[in-house]
């Protein structure tokens, strides 16, 4: 898995988009499948949640999955198992489907009520010496329209996202530019 973070300048602070940290939130809150797809348990379920539908159907097509029902019905009996390819086809078919489907349920709890309050905290400085530190203290923000961030995390569009995201925080100010790349990003649902 790739490094989530950047190191930023020659002094090593440490964060990452915070666009990148929302749309982490955003698939905790989205419930996926705890065992991972490579076990045979996290495949079974993966499977059935996306055999079960037209759109699990189609979900599975647009990932690239083109086997033939034959093979579908022998992944699910467990008398088949997939390649690594397939493997890594299905689980990004499952989470587009899953992104779907939660994102009007989503959508409504975090519009409710004015919107939902965010807790930004700033880029990690520990290992930057004292002299080149900026002060960046943690912020919060009430965030009252979800759509467009929703919107392109459904998409799995990380240049979408991250315009919604920055279209959000600039409503901090002047400072806003100092939470573009954040340690984290919290909220709930």
Known sequence: MPDRTHDFGHYGARGERGSEAAARVLDALAGYIASPVTSSRGLSARLRYLTRSAAGHDAMRAAGITV?????????????????????RIEAAYRTLRRHNVARHLLRRLNAGGGTRVEIHPL????????RQRVLEYRRLNIRTWDAIIDAWTRTDPQ????????????????WGKYEYVTSVGFAA
Do not use: C, M, Y
Not at 68 to 82: E, F, H, V
Not at 124 to 131: A, E, K, M, R, Y
Not at 160 to 175: E, F, H, N, P
């Open 124 to 131: 990690d400085q520990s290992s930057v010496p004292l002299p």
């Open 68 to 88: 033939t029902p034959r093979t579908r019905k022998a992944w699910l009996a467990g008398t088949q198992r997939p390649n690594r390819a397939n493997l890594a």
């Open 160 to 175: 979408a996202l991250d315009d919604a995201w920055t279209d959000q925080i600039v409503s901090l100010g002047s400072q």
